[in-house]
C-alpha cells in the first residue's frame, strides 16, 4: 500500500479541548441549524454550502496506520467557513503554529504587542460594505509609514461580532513591535478608515496590549488576537437573516492573514510536528479508498487490516456508510470473522 501525506489534521476527529469534535452536541446543534437557514436562503450556492456542511466529518478520509494495525483514522473536512467544526479546528491550527514562532522569537528577546483595530458604524449598514471598508483601511494601514517602521513582523484576524448597533467587523493583530505611540497609531488608523470610505474613527478605535509571556503560553493573548471570524455560540444566536448576510459578504474574504515571514516558518513547524508525530509513532497514512482498493485487489496486508479499521470505524459516530463499503470490500472469509456491535447494522447480502 501507497504511504501518502495526511489529507489534514483532527485524526479521529479529536483534539484535546473537544474531545471528539465531530460528535460535540453543542456544535452539532448549531451545524444543524445552520444547514438549514442555509438551504432555506433562496441562494444557490449557499445551498450548495450546507451540502458541504452535512457532509464534513461522515467519511474516513484516511488511516493511521503500523505494524500493529490501524490506530487511528482522519474524518473528512468540508471546511467551509460556517461549519462550526472546521472553523473550530481551522482556529486551533493557527493558533499551535503562530504560538511556536511566536515562542522562538520571544526567546530572541523580541517583543509583542496587540493591536485591536475598528471604526464606528451603525445598525442600518450592511456587512458586505463594513468589511469592503475595513480590507481597504487595513492594507492601506501596512502601507504607512507609522506600520513601516514599528512593524517587524504580524499575523492579523478578522473578527465579527453582533450587537445593538448592527455587526461589528473589527481587526485583531499580533505585531512584533517595541514601544508603539497610541495618538501615531490612531492618527495612522484614521487616515487608512478615512481614506477607504469609512467614518473616522474616535481615540477608542485603536487598542494596544502588551503581550506577556504568560499569555503565549496559556494561549489567551492569542486567542484574543488571532481566533475566527465569528464564534460558534454567536451563530446560535443570531437572527437567520444576519446568517445569510454574513455568509454571502464573508464569501472569498481572506479573514486571517500574517506576514510572509511567519507564514513559511508556521507552514515549517506544522511539518515538522508532523513528521515528529509520525515518527513517534511508527505510522505512515494511507488514504481510505486506497486502503479499499487494495482489499478488493486481494492485498494481503490490507486483508490482516480490515477487521481491525472495521471495528475503530464501527465504534465511531457517523461512519455508517463507509462501515458498509468496507464490509462490502471484504473477502467471504472475513465477513464470517467480523462480529458486528449491536449498534451497527451491517447489510449481509
Known sequence: ????PAPGRGENGKSKEFG?????????????????????????????????????GTWPAALKVSPDGCGGFYRNQCRERLCPVCATLKGARHRAALVGVIDERMVLGFRFTLLTLTFPHTSNDKLKDLLRILFKALALF?????????????????????KDNG?????????????????????????CVVKAGGRAPTREGVDVKRLQEKRVKDGKGLNEAI?????VSSLAKWPDSCIVELAEATKRRHMYQACRKWSRRMKEREEELE?????????EIILFRDFLEDLRQGDTEAQGMALSVLQLL??????????????????????????????????HA
Open 314 to 347: 464501527a465504534s465511531a459516530d457517523g461512519l455508517e456508510d463507509a462501515v458498509q463499503l468496507l464490509f462490502d470490500a471484504m473477502p467471504e472469509g472475513l465477513r464470517r470473522l467480523w462480529s458486528a456491535p449491536s449498534d451497527v447494522t451491517l447489510c
Open 167 to 191: 455587526f461589528h467587523p473589527h481587526a485583531h493583530f499580533i505585531v512584533e513591535a517595541g514601544f508603539l505611540n497610541i495618538d501615531a497609531l490612531h492618527a495612522a488608523w484614521r487616515k
Open 275 to 283: 513528521a515528529l508525530l509520525l515518527g513517534d509513532s511508527g505510522s
Open 142 to 162: 501596512r502601507k504607512t509609514a507609522f506600520f513601516k517602521k514599528h512593524i517587524r513582523g504580524w499575523a492579523r484576524g478578522v473578527e465579527i461580532t453582533r
Open 1 to 4: 500500500m501507497e504511504s501518502k
Open 20 to 56: 471528539d469534535i465531530f460528535t460535540d452536541k453543542r456544535l452539532k446543534r448549531t451545524r444543524a441549524r445552520l444547514i438549514r437557514v442555509l438551504r432555506d436562503s433562496g441562494n444557490k450556492d449557499l445551498a450548495k454550502t450546507a451540502d458541504a456542511i452535512e457532509r464534513c
Open 227 to 231: 481566533g475566527y471570524p465569528f464564534k
